[in-house]
């Protein structure tokens, strides 16, 4: 691997390889693995989890962590090839990353979609800014996809089904509402993850409008074609919950209203009802529930499923610290 921008440029051997020596963290929590190296972490956005387990990961495994926010501790970032920068910007990304190649082993990147142009925001112009320029290995921190939220994911579910083979399983991606339309990410990956490890993927959302992007709907068809799973979109509640063995839930906007939500509100508001509650859970094949988190409560899911045992959400946060020391070791191992 040079970069680990998405789960997708990685092979399964490559997968299956960072989930083992995950698990393997997890066992044993200090290592010198990053020893004298160091990692920049680029946040345009907040975070909770994702800066805390980076920075602590690279500390257990004998690294040193370097938190940036542009725009706020450090200067403005331009991303346009050629422009002339009479804006806010006050540097280039092809000094800022060259730069931070001088300095550090790896560079970490959070940039989420800026919300206005769904045909820029899909060119995810600022992590392949940093990857085209950098000459360190680049990590994706959650731009339009999140592939550490993928690796958690994955090896929280291995963990609770017991076997790293999780063919067969019926996995259920349902949309929830949210007052606010939210960006596509993190189902867009788990769509991605789900059908790469060979599960039998319902996409649950409330009308046609509510499917992802082709790039991503695209990867999920190639991946079951692969991995003997099977995709299939359902705007259903019952019918998706029942027999289901895992319940991932997100809330997204719908593309089409992509910078023009007022008319995509009315359709949300009408599907409060998407939450995962006690009934739809009960009627499942005792399955698992989880989420990226952050999630509000009592809008997303009830309080009675976040504190069931069937709800692995915290186990999966956990899992960020040690798929992404995983991630952290293999990159500078290849270099
Ligand atoms: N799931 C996730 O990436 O959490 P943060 O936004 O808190 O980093």
Redesign the pocket.
């Known amino acids: 691997m040079n970069h680990f921008l998405n789960t997708q440029d990685c092979t399964r051997a490559e997968l299956d390889a960072l989930l083992a020596h995950a698990a393997e963290l997890k066992r044993s929590k200090f290592g010198d693995q990053l020893k004298g190296k160091s990692i920049a972490l680029v946040f345009f956005n ?6 805390t387990s980076f920075e602590l990961g690279a500390q257990q495994l004998g690294g040193t962590a370097i938190v940036l926010a542009p725009g706020k501790d450090a200067w403005p970032i331009e991303f346009e090839v050629g422009s002339v920068m009479d804006g806010e910007a006050e540097e280039h990304i092809a000094e800022v990353a060259r730069v931070l190649s001088r300095y550090v082993d790896l560079i970490g990147v959070r940039a989420f979609p800026k919300f206005v142009d769904w045909q820029v925001d899909r060119e995810d112009r600022v992590l392949k800014g940093f990857a085209k320029y950098s000459t360190v290995p680049v990590i994706n921190l ?1 731009t339009i996809t ?1 592939p550490c ?1 993928e690796l958690a994911h994955a090896l929280a579910l291995q963990e609770h089904f017991g076997t790293s083979d999780l063919r067969g399983k019926k996995y259920v991606l349902t949309w929830t509402y949210h007052p606010k339309p939210l960006n596509t990410v993190v189902a867009n990956s788990a769509l991605t993850i789900a059908t790469r490890l060979g599960l039998d993927v319902t996409l649950l959302c409330p009308t046609p409008d509510y499917v992802l992007d082709e790039r991503y709907m695209g990867w999920a068809a190639q991946n079951v074609a692969e991995s003997g799973g099977s995709l299939r979109i359902s705007h259903d509640i019952e019918d998706a919950y029942r027999g289901a063995d895992v319940v991932y839930a997100k809330s997204w906007g719908a593309l089409p209203y992509f910078g023009n939500w007022a008319p995509e509100k009315p359709i949300r508001d009408a599907h409060r009802h998407f939450i995962v509650d006690e009934a739809k859970m009960a009627l499942t094949n005792n399955a698992v529930f989880s989420h ?3 999630l509000r409560r009592n809008i997303k899911a009830t309080d009675g499923v976040m504190d069931s045992p069937a709800c692995i959400a915290i186990e999966e ?1 956990e899992n ?1 610290l040690h798929v992404q020391k995983a991630i952290m070791a293999a990159l500078v191992r290849g270099r």
């Open positions: 907040p975070s909770l989890r994702t800066r959650e999140h939220q990226c988190l952050p946060a960020r």
